[in-house]
């Protein structure tokens, strides 16, 4: 880290154990973002007016190039937060899951949403409860009147847009849901 660890107590004296576990929790952060320029951990007791239920709150500022990230335990969220300890321990799972995220952002592993295909209704029978799907790439689908969500098989009609999800088949692809699109959804 190019700026050195800041770690303060709120309504709270200086706990050594508990700035030696800050301190293992940041180099174990540290291996995982070589880049960080800052960590600031703040440990806050609660107010002593309390007897029991009293809950630690523990926030953790990283700055890394170009961004920052914020993880936050509050007293609410959980009753095992009587101890420091865990406290400590939950608000720097959450930072390491924050860290991850955006390394995997930076080496563009996320996987981008893809849009569902689409196409248009070609064939329907009836009487089997089938139909087909003629896709805007000139393929031909088959779907089940059971894959037909948010509409009656019988109330589609030849033309219909649609999306769909497709799967293998035993005789080719076949649509394992089929959606009709309404004049309010956009296709991609």
Known sequence: MQVPLDVRFHNMSASPALEAS??????????????????RVT???????????????VHVDLRLPGSEAVANRDPSAHHSHED???????????????LQDRIRVRRGDVKPHAIPS?????????????GR???SDGRDIYFHGNSVLDT?????????????????GDQGPQASTVHVIGKHHIVG
């Open 43 to 57: 440990i806050e007791a609660p107010h002593r007016h309390h007897a029991q239920g009293n809950l630690y709150a």
């Open 22 to 39: 800050v301190r293992e929790h940041v180099a174990k952060l540290e291996r995982l973002a070589p880049d960080m320029i800052s960590c």
């Open 133 to 135: 799907i003629a896709t």
């Open 118 to 130: 689409h196409g248009k209704i070609a064939e329907l029978n009836a009487e089997r409860r089938f």
């Open 152 to 168: 009656k098989f019988e109330q589609l009609e030849i033309g219909d847009e649609v999306r769909f999800s497709e799967e293998a």
């Open 84 to 98: 420091a300890h865990v406290a400590l321990r939950d608000a720097f799972d959450a930072a390491r899951r924050q």
